[in-house]
């Protein structure tokens, strides 16, 4: 019954924007602020200089896996290891073919089927008392958190004031004292997803890929077993082919663990949820999600520009995502133009901005995290009334300031009925 429903209401959260006669316009809105100092908030980077704001690190209150099929699951069965093969070490060339298996081993997932919040607000109803309440103007809050979204969401926000290629939409619901924040899919977004090339596409596999070769299902790899027999002084225990990376396994990209953390970054209390790709057994710390591992793929850097280029898109990204979720490294693998893995590298999430700090044009952590503090202090501002019919579409395209539209169109509807239901 449990699969049936979410399933039932991913169809329904999925319907797609309704849009004009020109593919570009959204339905009309039901309300505008006319004043710009009132419905726009400016992105450029220089504006938010300035000290690092507080941010309080995430400590995991749950988790949650996606199965083959996409449903739910209040455990941690998708939950892997990293386990890389002994011998592999920093600078190594291992050599894997992180393109092997793309035509005979590869399930996509559906990208039409935009699920929106479903899964977050899924376990949010099965751990209403995990959050406890608050008491706010004499009424209580059955989420007791100022925002609730995914890690992906916050990260396009802390890299917009550098980001020069793509715009996004979030929509917004404040319902009983917590603000709901959702990723709308832009035109441009679209349609950039639906003329994919091919070699585009290997691209996207290969990340994927890439876990196979360096992670297993069960805790238990071959060097993580000699590491606890040496400080545990346990017996030895066979590998089973669980502990052991799959190099032939199917890659399916409906399977995820996702972690559900509590955070603050400043006044702004938060819940954010996102896909860990593994977790560490050997880690000093075993308390997630100091034990997690965020992994990479990147393209062998072969000159200056190439590492210019590197340090100023993709660490900046990979920083975001660590950061947000407090995972404490980042294990990359550089490939050739062959497709194979030929070196690898660990970074500490925490040095990254020491890597980019003094280069040309490069980025500023305390920017990135200062323009999300504004922008969920506008969305505060902007965004009064509580009503889960409701929502507030922020926009935004590079080199424009955040605009914001209000809707009560179902179609724009991030909060499904069964949840609002619950909440009640």
């Not at 890929?209 to 400080?231: R, T, V």
């Not at 190439?306 to 993709?314: A, D, H, L, M």
């Not at 505060?380 to 935004?396: H, Q």
């Amino acid at each position: 019954m449990e699969g049936n429903r979410v399933a039932m209401q991913k169809a329904k959260m999925e319907r797609p924007l309704k849009r004009g006669p020109d593919q570009n316009s959204l339905s009309s809105p039901i309300a505008k602020c006319p004043f710009m100092s009132c419905s726009s908030l400016k992105t450029l980077h220089s504006l938010y200089q300035g000290s690092f704001p507080f941010y309080r690190l995430p400590s995991e209150v749950g988790h949650f896996s996606l199965d083959e099929n996409r449903q739910y699951h209040q455990d941690n069965r998708k939950l892997r290891y990293y386990s890389p093969p002994v011998g592999i070490r920093k600078k190594d060339s291992p050599g894997w073919n992180v393109m092997d298996g793309y035509e005979s081993h590869y399930v996509r997932r559906n990208e039409e089927e935009k699920e929106g919040l479903l899964h977050i607000l899924t376990w949010l109803e099965k751990n209403q008392s995990v959050l406890g309440t608050h008491v706010e103007g004499g009424s209580k809050r059955p989420i007791d958190r100022d925002f609730v979204t995914w890690r992906g969401h916050l990260t396009k926000l802390l890299c917009t004031p550098y980001e020069t290629q793509e715009g996004w939409l979030l929509a917004v619901t404040l319902f009983k004292g917590t603000f709901y924040i959702s990723e709308r899919e832009t035109e441009a977004a679209r349609k950039k997803r639906e003329e994919r090339t091919q070699e585009q596409e290997r691209l996207m596999y290969s990340g994927y890929k890439f876990e196979s070769y360096i992670c297993a299902d069960g805790p238990y790899g071959s060097d993580q077993m000699d590491i606890l027999q040496d400080n545990l002084k346990l017996r030895t225990v066979p590998d089973s082919p669980d502990r052991q990376p799959s190099q032939s396994a199917v890659v399916n990209t409906n399977e995820a663990y996702c972690s559900v953390l509590l955070a603050r970054l400043t006044s702004h209390s938060l819940l954010i949820s996102g896909e860990v790709d593994c977790t560490d057994p050997s880690a000093k710390s075993s308390i997630p999600p100091s034990s997690y591992i965020e992994l990479k793929t990147s393209a062998q850097i072969r000159n200056p520009h190439q590492q210019r280029s590197f340090n100023r898109y993709k660490l900046l990204k990979w920083w975001c995502q660590s950061f947000l979720l407090g995972i404490p490294i980042i294990v990359a693998g550089f490939r050739s133009q062959e497709g194979k893995i030929v070196s690898l590298e660990t970074f500490k999430t925490s040095d990254i901005p020491h890597l980019v700090r003094g280069e040309r044009n490069s980025w500023d952590p305390a920017v990135c995290m200062n323009f999300c503090n504004k922008f969920l202090s506008h969305i505060k501002a902007v965004v009064t009334k509580d009503d889960p019919r409701l929502v507030y579409l922020f926009a935004w395209e590079p080199g424009s300031d955040v605009t914001f539209t209000v809707h009560n169109d179902p179609e724009y509807t991030i909060l499904p009925s069964w949840y609002v239901k619950a909440m009640n």
